[in-house]
């Protein structure tokens, strides 16, 4: 935990305008409707800002594999924590200020939805940090691969898109019932499926190799 803090306080020494970018997203998280603010969270886990150290660099260091392994999981469970706790505040400040923070109805009409859908801003979350911190090999992807690519990771993430930006509050039908039920079960549907998706990455997971950048070759003609 020390080293971590340690590494951090580098960071940002070195990189001022990351901890700037830190506090705007964080206040960000804090202070927009619940639905941008999951956004917010699920996408920020394709930031690689917090993996600095998956470099050549890391393989020069004297760590054992374990070693390694250890260091990633705490980085990734350091940042899943943090936008956790954000998120929560977000959720809680409805009770805190309803009247500044009454975007939509679906907080007080359907808070299960709600809640369900801040949970599977973060299993997502998790999925996309842990696929930052390791990298299945070229050989590794056979068609099973890409299958469990679309229907565990790609299909979670399109219906969390779609529920964060498509909620409807105005159920007075007859059917709302159902139609509540309904999308109780798919979004339960999805953070099974993006939970499981975590787990066969955590499970076969292959060290991230370093691949560093190169430019296109120039032709002869250029």
């Known amino acids: ?7 951090e306080k580098i960071k940002y020494c070195h990189r001022p305008y990351l901890l700037l970018g830190r506090l705007l997203i964080d206040a960000g998280i804090i202070i927009l409707n619940y639905r941008y ?4 969270i699920a996408l920020c886990g394709f930031l690689s800002i917090g993996y600095k150290y998956i470099s ?3 393989r020069i260091l004297p760590m054992s594999e374990k070693e390694i392994i250890s260091r990633r999981m705490l ?3 350091m940042i899943w924590l943090r936008f956790a706790i954000l998120g929560t505040i ?3 400040k409805i009770k805190l200020l309803p009247d500044a923070v009454a975007q939509d109805e679906w907080i007080t009409k359907k808070p299960i939805l709600v809640i369900l859908l801040f949970i599977l801003s973060l299993t997502l979350l998790f999925r996309i940090l842990i696929g930052i911190a390791y990298i299945n090999k070229p050989e590794y992807k056979s068609p099973s691969f890409y299958i469990r ?3 565990l990771y790609w299909l979670p993430l399109y219906i969390f898109l779609e529920y964060a930006f498509a909620m409807n509050p105005d159920f007075d039908d007859i059917n709302t019932a159902w139609i509540a039920s309904t999308n109780i079960i798919i979004l339960m549907t999805m953070i099974l499926l993006s939970a499981a998706s975590s787990f066969i990455v955590l499970i076969e997971r292959k060290m991230r190799d370093y691949y560093p950048i190169t430019l296109p070759k120039m032709s002869k003609t250029e």
């Open 1 to 7: 935990m020390k080293d971590y803090f340690r590494l």
């Open 37 to 40: 603010a999951c956004v917010i």
């Open 56 to 58: 050549e660099e890391e």
């Open 75 to 77: 980085h990734v469970f």
């Open 90 to 92: 977000n959720i809680l």
């Open 149 to 151: 690519l679309i229907f």
